[in-house]
């Protein structure tokens, strides 16, 4: 690290090498305790920083505040109604959905309860099981 990084540093950060990024504070220090002069930096960045510490805050006017506050945007208004009728049709969708299921396999199941007899009973006949058989 060279001296004008140093001053650059000080400008940037202030006088207390606590803010310094890490990597720079390392080399800053051994930079410092190399070459005493280099504190002279440090002191006006320390003189800087107690000014800029002494200076009073900034508030903003009213005028401010009320032209910030009316350009915010607006809550979103609550659409009770419109959820609630959105809810009430997805649940019948859901209704609609399990009846279909509900009527397929009250449809099929005495259709495929003869085949499903049929089976069971000639399986049951079977004396010795072939893979033929069992696998068609």
Known sequence: ??????????????????????????????????????????????????????????????????????????????RYHLDRIALFLGAGWAAAACAGVVAGVGLTTHVTADERADAVLYQSTLVEVDDTEVLG
């Open 1 to 78: 690290m060279k001296a004008d990084r140093l001053h650059a540093l000080a400008e940037a950060y202030g006088a207390d090498l606590r803010r310094w990024p890490a990597s720079e504070r390392v080399f800053a220090e051994s930079l410092i305790a190399a070459d005493p002069s280099l504190k002279t930096a440090l002191a006006q960045a320390a003189a800087l920083d107690a000014l800029l510490d002494a200076s009073p805050a900034p508030t903003p006017s009213a005028d401010l505040t009320a032209r910030l506050l009316a350009a915010a945007p607006k809550a979103k208004t609550s």
